[in-house]
């Protein structure tokens, strides 16, 4: 690690002194709240809630774009952020703020409010993983377009237990059943084409650029896979910082927020935010073979099977 600059110093250097961020990619309920969580209580990372700023050129593009997802809980993550790093705490009247703030610069350029963030935090490397970004090609291309040098894990989780978490989660939130459950999102639709891709849009990119990582593999064996990243990174893997990370319950984004804005991440997470190591190491691959339970009497598609086997997953 001596010999050779660091990615984390590298890319300091061409950024004016801040690193480039790193964006987890992966659809929705692949364990990314959890692992973003992880990450950005390194004290070398900086980890954010859901900003969902891919869907727009411009703030106020993002603001009000993308049907009613960003009208319901999208804007969440950006305004406790905003929040948060404005005034250091997270209320109605803070939110309020955030938001005025927001709509008063709907015409910035979404590097440039990524920029905003990056001064707030300081040199750390902010932690990003809203799962729109994969919605749609354009989301994700402005991604790459947006960040060419920046780093990108891409998250895996089993179709079957992803799909069985979205059900279960539509299920017990009313609000995300209305802007979620409808057929085009079915939940195997969803994580194939989420997939397909990041694999597509992030194979081209430079050799360690990017990451690839089962999240059950990842969650279920944590001392063996975060000094693997933070090496890929190029921040420090030594027994203090991996124990900030077994804390992201410590994020201030780590908990309901205020009324007026309380998502911004997963609402399993924001409930209970603690790792939980004994649950972790039961997490199991489920088969791709047998009947779905959201679709009696079918199989998975055979191009869904055909891609997670290409993903490692059988």
């Given at each position: 690690?001596?010999?050779?600059?660091?990615m984390?110093?590298?890319?300091?250097?061409?950024?004016?002194?801040?690193?480039?961020?790193?964006?987890?990619?992966?659809?929705?309920?692949?364990?990314?709240?959890?692992?973003?969580?992880?990450?950005?209580q390194?004290p070398?990372?900086?980890?954010?809630?859901?900003?969902?700023?891919?869907?727009?050129?411009?703030?106020?593009?993002?603001?009000?774009?993308?049907?009613?997802?960003?009208?319901?809980?999208?804007?969440?993550?950006?305004l406790?952020?905003?929040?948060?790093?404005?005034?250091?705490?997270?209320?109605?009247?803070?939110?309020?703020?955030?938001?005025?703030?927001?709509?008063?610069?709907?015409?910035?350029?979404?590097?440039?409010?990524?920029?905003?963030?990056?001064?707030q935090?300081?040199?750390?490397?902010?932690?990003?993983?809203?799962?729109?970004?994969?919605?749609?090609?354009?989301?994700?291309?402005?991604?790459?377009?947006t960040?060419?040098?920046?780093n990108?894990?891409h998250?895996?989780?089993?179709?079957?237990?992803?799909?069985?978490?979205?059900?279960s989660?539509?299920?017990?939130?009313?609000?995300?059943?209305?802007?979620?459950?409808?057929?085009?999102?079915?939940?195997?639709?969803?994580?194939r084409?989420?997939?397909?891709?990041?694999?597509?849009l992030?194979?081209?990119?430079?050799?360690g650029?990017?990451?690839?990582?089962?999240?059950?593999?990842?969650?279920?064996?944590?001392?063996?896979?975060l000094?693997?990243?933070?090496?890929?990174?190029?921040?420090?893997?030594?027994?203090?910082?991996?124990?900030?990370?077994?804390?992201?319950?410590?994020?201030?984004?780590?908990?309901?927020?205020?009324?007026?804005?309380?998502?911004?991440?997963?609402?399993?997470?924001?409930?209970?935010?603690?790792?939980?190591?004994?649950?972790?190491a039961?997490?199991?691959?489920?088969?791709?073979?047998?009947?779905?339970?959201?679709?009696?009497?079918?199989?998975?598609?055979?191009?869904?099977?055909?891609l997670?086997?290409?993903?490692?997953?059988?």
């Amino acid at each position: 690690m001596l010999e050779t600059a660091t990615m984390a110093e590298t890319a300091a250097e061409r950024g004016g002194g801040y690193p480039e961020p790193l964006f987890i990619l992966a659809p929705p309920r692949s364990f990314t709240s959890i692992v973003c969580g992880i990450l950005g209580q390194h004290p070398q990372c900086y980890g954010l809630p859901e900003l969902n700023l891919f869907l727009g050129d411009t703030l106020g593009e993002v603001w009000g774009g993308f049907a009613g997802f960003m009208k319901s809980f999208g804007r969440d993550g950006l305004l406790r952020t905003f929040a948060q790093l404005h005034d250091g705490a997270q209320n109605e009247d803070t939110i309020a703020r955030a938001q005025q703030w927001i709509i008063s610069r709907s015409d910035w350029p979404i590097r440039k409010v990524f920029d905003h963030i990056q001064e707030q935090v300081g040199p750390k490397i902010l932690v990003e993983k809203s799962p729109s970004t994969l919605f749609r090609a354009e989301f994700l291309e402005r991604a790459l377009r947006t960040f060419p040098e920046a780093n990108y894990l891409h998250l895996i989780r089993h179709p079957r237990g992803t799909a069985a978490s979205v059900l279960s989660l539509r299920a017990a939130h009313e609000e995300i059943a209305r802007v979620a459950n409808v057929p085009m999102l079915d939940p195997e639709r969803v994580w194939r084409i989420s997939h397909e891709l990041s694999v597509t849009l992030t194979e081209p990119l430079p050799v360690g650029q990017s990451m690839r990582l089962k999240g059950e593999a990842l969650l279920s064996h944590l001392d063996v896979y975060l000094p693997q990243i933070c090496e890929w990174l190029g921040i420090r893997s030594d027994a203090e910082a991996i124990e900030a990370m077994m804390h992201p319950e410590n994020s201030p984004y780590a908990c309901e927020g205020p009324p007026n804005a309380p998502r911004g991440n997963d609402p399993n997470f924001l409930e209970n935010p603690t790792i939980d190591p004994e649950r972790l190491a039961r997490i199991k691959e489920p088969s791709l073979v047998g009947e779905l339970s959201w679709r009696p009497g079918e199989n998975f598609d055979p191009r869904t099977v055909k891609l997670a086997r290409q993903l490692g997953y059988s």
